[in-house]
């Protein structure tokens, strides 16, 4: 099977997204890079593979160099007010290559718990290479709702206080005193104060298409995650009409009742962005009964099942919503959660290229 590449990454940070910068202002680098296509040959009993050119979308030549505005921000920089997980900086990607044809949505990255929003750099010039103005963006992913095990008497009080958390996280309410959440350190305030430095710094990425008086344009945004980071873009799918949801291991929160893992009640209810403009991707060996539990009631199965991202055909074969993958993490690791998103264990190539990058080139953009 033919697997597009993408350029090898100059700019790749270290494991867990460390980096030299003090994060007393922004650094902006402009980056070009050129690779050559490589390809695999694999095999699978239970998906056929298809014609090529029945595929709804255009796959980069990844064989030409592509430039990108790359900018690396801390939350305080933008307001001091935006103080929590100071470790974390926004990472901002700006496609600056006429090859590319610009899309109309923003496309943003929440990453999972601990993790630095550093640490995403390869999912995110993904993005950028398919035309997405990218925000990696850094929230309080320190904490998890998990801290409710340590406050809740009832699992009445639990799953409300779990409900609180993820909301406080996104909207900055104050509805749990569990969580020391503001509007400065939830999601939609960091991206919109983001927003309003990019369109000051950098007036022809026209981020004002994003945000308005009343917070983030939501249907001009596409909300991606990895397992934390993927339950706040659920949660997001939920509350807001999005441009696209997309998932990365993850997508629900799941607590303990009795021994047993119980989906939270807010993954069940009817969804503002609808399944037909929600796409995940899951590892057969990281949570698959939460993980399948997760895609089948978002109803991402009902487009062709799901499809098999690692040995079988490309994803655009299938229309599935739907991905599956069992490959090891870098290195032939077992790191499998983290391998679905993470630079320091997604899988790639001899140049360093994601071996999923057709794959999610897919999630991103396919109609």
Not at 101 to 107: I, K, N, T, Y
Request: contains cysteine; aromatic residues 8%.
């Amino acid at each position: 099977m033919h697997r597009a590449v993408l350029p090898s990454l100059s700019l790749l940070l270290a494991a867990c997204g460390g980096s030299d910068s003090s994060g007393a202002g922004a650094q902006t680098t402009t980056s070009s890079t050129t690779t050559t296509s490589s390809t695999t040959t694999t095999s699978s009993t239970t998906t056929t593979s298809c014609d090529p050119t029945i595929r709804t979308f255009e796959v980069p030549d990844y064989t030409q160099p592509f430039d990108v505005i790359h900018v690396e921000l801390a939350p305080s920089a933008i307001d001091p007010a935006s103080d929590a997980y100071p470790q974390s900086l926004h990472q901002l990607y700006l496609p600056n290559d006429p090859a590319v044809v610009p899309r109309d949505e923003l496309f943003v990255m929440l990453p999972g718990t601990d993790n630095l929003a550093q640490g995403f750099d390869l999912v995110a010039r993904l993005a950028a290479r398919a035309g997405y103005p990218v925000v990696t963006l850094a929230y309080e992913s320190a904490t998890h709702p998990t801290l409710c095990q340590a406050v809740a008497t009832t699992e009445q009080e639990l799953v409300a206080c779990r409900q609180g958390v993820v909301h406080e996280k996104v909207y900055g309410e104050d509805v749990t005193a569990a969580y020391p959440g503001d509007e400065p350190n939830s999601i939609a305030g960091r991206l919109v104060r983001l927003l309003q430095y990019a369109d000051a710094h950098y007036p022809n990425a026209g981020a004002d298409r994003f945000y308005d008086a009343g917070g983030p344009v939501w249907s001009s945004i596409v909300v991606a995650g990895f397992s934390q980071g993927a339950i706040m873009a659920g949660y997001i799918g939920s509350r807001e009409s999005l441009a696209r949801n997309v998932l990365f291991a993850g997508g629900c929160d799941f607590y303990d009742s009795n021994g047993q893992s119980l989906m939270m009640p807010w993954c069940t209810e009817p969804r503002a962005t609808p399944a037909a403009r929600t796409w995940g991707v899951m590892h057969l060996l990281d949570e698959p009964a939460e993980d399948t539990l997760t895609l089948e009631t978002y109803g991402l199965v009902a487009f062709g099942g799901y499809a098999d991202a690692a040995h079988a055909s490309p994803s655009y074969c299938t229309g599935s919503h739907a991905l599956q993958s069992d490959l090891p993490s870098q290195g032939g690791g077992t790191k499998y959660h983290l391998s679905m998103a993470h630079d320091a264990e997604i899988p790639v190539d001899a140049n360093g290229v994601p071996l999923l990058a057709e794959d999610y080139h897919y999630l991103m953009t396919a109609e």
